[in-house]
């Protein structure tokens, strides 16, 4: 076993990845996925898992440049996100297009997070944790908790239940879709640990794709390695080590 493949299990044993066809990733910006995740989500790829995502947002808020409508900025993170999404084996990106630091976990948003969980029909969701973390706050942005448990909501009870949204079978032939597993990002609670040391090249190449968003970052790698060291000093791998964090969540 090479160390990408290495995986750290705290607490709770994780679907076997080779049992798995689909992953869908639900994150509320463009680059979430790639702060959070893109090492991870490279393994997957790589052991012919086919993995898609939805963004809530077009992140039409984010950037630094006051020259640029929010319109155009979103524009801009569509693009870099497409090509972030390549660098990791990624090719299908969905758009939920709500606007970018309002987004609330209504209704609505739990049925259209649901509709493409029925859609894609994945066997694990990745998505933020929607409890706030006070120990490293920037992870916890109010669209993160928003997205985070409209989505967890979307896999239990809706996506599951025929009853709930009934116009998605009704209306679009959408059959109910059970979840086995979610992956939670960026949250209080982690008990599980991926090493990404192998892929962390592909991980920096994905973020450097949201050049809107880092180009302006005087040390990106610098950062990246010091939150990754963490991790993997957390789930006890070798000096040199670095890995991603996550709370594994069974919903079978």
Not at 18 to 37: K, T
Not at 44 to 51: A, F, L, P, Q, S
Request: charged share 25%; glycine share 8%; net charge negative.
């Amino acid at each position: 076993m090479s160390s990408a493949d290495f995986i750290v299990e705290t607490v709770i044993n994780t679907l076997d990845d080779g049992s798995l066809q689909r992953i869908l990733v639900v994150m509320a910006h463009p680059d979430d996925v790639d702060f959070g995740a893109a090492g991870t989500v490279a393994g997957w790829t790589d052991r012919g898992i086919e993995v898609g995502y939805l963004m809530v947002t077009d992140g039409d808020a984010g950037g630094f440049d006051d020259g640029i409508t929010r319109q155009e900025m979103a524009a801009l993170r569509r693009a870099e996100q497409l090509a972030a999404a390549k660098c990791v084996g990624v090719s299908d990106v969905r758009w939920l297009g709500r606007p970018d630091g309002r987004v609330e976990a209504t209704l609505d948003l739990r049925r259209d997070i649901a509709r493409v969980i029925r859609q894609v029909r994945p066997d694990r969701v990745l998505m933020p944790s929607p409890e706030r973390n006070y120990e490293r706050i920037y992870p916890s942005h109010p669209d993160h908790r928003a997205v985070g448990a409209a989505a967890l909501d979307a896999v239990y009870p809706d996506a599951r239940n025929p009853y709930a949204f009934p116009e998605l079978l009704a209306d679009e032939g959408l059959d109910a879709w059970t979840v086995r597993e979610v992956w939670l990002s960026g949250g209080p609670a982690v008990n599980h640990y991926v090493d990404i040391t192998d892929r962390f090249d592909r991980k920096l190449t994905a973020l450097r794709a949201h050049a809107s968003q880092t180009a302006h970052m005087d040390d990106l790698p610098g950062m990246l390695r010091g939150w990754l060291s963490a991790n993997a000093a957390a789930a006890g791998l070798p000096e040199g080590a670095l890995a991603e964090a996550f709370q594994v969540v069974d919903t079978a």
